[in-house]
């Protein structure tokens, strides 16, 4: 019999105890022996809890109590989840985690401290599906060209009711927040910070970079409006938000940003609250995975699949690598990538105007794929779109501060990111 | 440093060869240790090959020789393979292979030679997509309610071209034949076999169902027409050949046909050569694993991902379980599965047929959930379309038997299963 202390039962930790104990005969008949859940921490123990587990307030009880075999940790934070995993690792237990944020900062240093003591996180990225042992173990023979993931399901519910229903953004953040998708501060999710803790995870296991949140582009949906989302379909593009990792010469892109893809690609296919990650790796080519990215439930099925893997006795390098690459990879710096772009500028309609914004434009080597010319709401005003051909971010920040200083273009310039 | 024998020099075992040599410093970085094929087993020695190894017809050179780690079997064939498989495998020697149908018959007399020897088959269900991973590990904490594949590249491309363009069975299949999608002789993938050794191995690791093809539902896609694609769509629906294992009362269902599926669907929108496999589990809801089900490097893919889990010292149990499940779950028969259909009936055009008809439903119990009818090609004949409810198989096709029978009815009904 295997034992399991649950730091932290929130909704997930409820899941976890509950469904080992619920769907014990078929986790059993798969782990080879039986798996129980036996403690939890809770903070307030007065607070009536729906699991059948003995409950405490102080998660060392945990991490030292020799009837606890595996340590799982559901607490949200950083710091202290940080102090207790490492306590454990410390203990010889091995952990398993849903906990993103602490990875995006500590995975490393976690990844030195468990050594050959298995360190499982399956349920912090892309919530049930099983993402990390695709990529860790699946597609292991492969050259990591690219992924490209939508990992946050609040923000694809959002543009998915702005795509298909036309609903404005913030009457959809408000629904959102009454289905209980979004926070009452939604900047967590609609700003692409849970997305990006997720992509940093799938970066280190694809290509071994060690980057943290504020080495990389993190936008994200707040300026995006239903006028773009219908802009976007005329150019032939859906509005995700993506988390990208991609090799490029000289190294590997990573941001996170509201994007534009074309309509016909399966990812841009995934609606409503679901996550998906493409992969695309050099010999296999384009994979997909599609499934639940949150849920108490759907998280739980990860963690219970993490420790089914340590009960079986498997571990398997935590970031994916046993050793180092030795080329080594390093990650391409904010303003150097290099990418298509969707501009929307409004600009006095009279003639000339067209030609300043080109060639200012063309000032800063940017060429122009597509362009549309849509009318205002206001009456001396039109609207200019534009599609553009491949250029840096920085030569497209530049033009951009360009556009915006000259008389006949309003102040606000939208713009987007293209992914082909 | 890990020695590789690769019995059967074909397309894949080339690429085997190929990427363990030219991916060679990720697959070392992720494996621990330096993975190299040293030999291969063709049978003419005389024809060239693509792979700098060295060569031999005698496949026990391979299997007894102590320079030798793992093999891997890639040779097709059912009875060989398993005499090879059996051998190396009492040598003691971890084997890979992508062989379904050697799977589809013998999987659980492996399961049993290998004991504690590591046996992994990813490739051989989906190519690249590493599915069996994902079944055996990452969903490990569910009762699985459902497995819907699209697991035959050529059947799902010809279908979309007949989908999508409007093309003709015939014509599409010589276009699949000339692209080098489908063999001369097609039946193996037209007749669903191919999709049906997939779902027997996919059906083990979810529910331990220990089945050999002649005990389920077996049809291909050779019946389906244009008309029948077009008429889908008017209902909602789009057709793809199937794999379905399904969790019912009393059992699990498993079968291989021509289904409709709602074109809303994730699963209806993979299109061309592609693969994908829908798996619904208790806790985890809805996942979708999605890729290239074919080709030697997407194949190769797979295999290498086997090898690099047994370099790391990964094991787990062969066919998902470690020990059987107490309750067991039996294979419902044949005539006994519930489901949806479509009929398409060539009637006589004239009063109280429409009458008959639908008694002669309605004496087998079955009722009718929509119904439209289409001018024919013949002056006096009309279309009639139906799509039903629930219903069991047994009656349906007593149904239909007695439908024949109507001199009304022209004798050609096509049946095809609906899937919600």
Redesign the interface.
Known sequence: MVKVGILGIGTVGE?VAR?LLE?A????????RKIVPVIGVVRDLKKPRNVEIALTDDPMEVIESADVDIVVELMGGIEEPYRLVREALKAGKPVVTANKALLAYYRYELQEIAGSTPLFY?ASVAG???II??L????????IESIKGIMNGTCNYMLTRMIVDGVAYEEVLREAQELGYAEADPTFDVGGFDAAHKLLILGSIAY?IDARPEDIIIEGIEEISSTDVEFAKEFGYEIKLLGIAKKVDGGVEMRVHATMIPSSS?IA??DGVMNAVSVV????????????GA?G??T??????DI??IV??????ML????????GLRLVGKEEIVTQYYLKLKVVDRPGVLAAVTSTLGEYGISIESMLQKPSTLADRVRLLFTTHSCREAEMLAAIEALKALDVVDEKVTMIRIEK
Chains 1, 2 share one sequence.
């Open positions: 899941s469904i769907n005969d078929v986790i059993e008949a798969r782990a080879g399956e049930g599906i099983p042992g695709a860790r173990n699946g597609l292991s023979a492969n050259h071994g399966m296919k995934v790796g050099d010999r296999v080519g384009e994979t997909m995975f599609y499934g639940p849920g439930d759907a739980a099925s990860a963690v219970i699949a089914v893997e079986r006795g498997n571990s398997g390098p994916g690598y046993k050793k180092g690459l030795e080329s």
